[in-house]
Nanobody
Framework: QVQLVESGGGLVQPGGSTRLSCVAS????????MGWYRQAPGKERELVARIFLGGITNYADSVKGRFAISRDNAKNTVFLQMNGLKPEDTAVYYC?????????WGKGTLVTVSS
């Protein structure tokens, strides 16, 4: 079975922080890119951040300077450190991994930013 399992998230106050984790099954060997997408209520899924095997990262403009993505290649794990959270960050966050033409998705974890 090939899967991505997210953890973390939950209810966070505006300005607060949380860290998301995603562990990919070992059958996904060193995916070229791992990342996080999110889907807010009533909106389309969008890229939040991604990180390539060599460490190059990309961020959505809306999260740049607030979020930080990292990965542990030996553990097939990707993290998303989320700081300075805003209510508009509220969404289901999905882990993504890609190797060649094959793409994998986690089931998502809900992050709610509210006071």
């Amino acid at each position: 079975q090939v899967q991505l399992v997210e953890s973390g998230g939950g209810l966070v106050q505006p300005g607060g922080s949380t860290r998301l984790s995603c562990v990919a099954s070992k059958s996904i060997f060193r995916p070229n890119v791992m990342g996080w997408y999110r889907q807010a209520p009533g909106k389309e899924r969008e890229l939040v951040a991604r990180i390539f095997l060599g460490g190059i990262t990309n961020y959505a403009d809306s999260v740049k300077g607030r979020f930080a993505i990292s990965r542990d290649n030996a553990k097939n794990t990707v993290f998303l450190q989320m700081n300075g959270l805003k209510p508009e960050d509220t969404a289901v966050y999905y882990c993504n991994a890609k190797d060649g033409g094959i793409e994998y998705w986690g089931k998502g974890t809900l992050v709610t930013v509210s006071s």
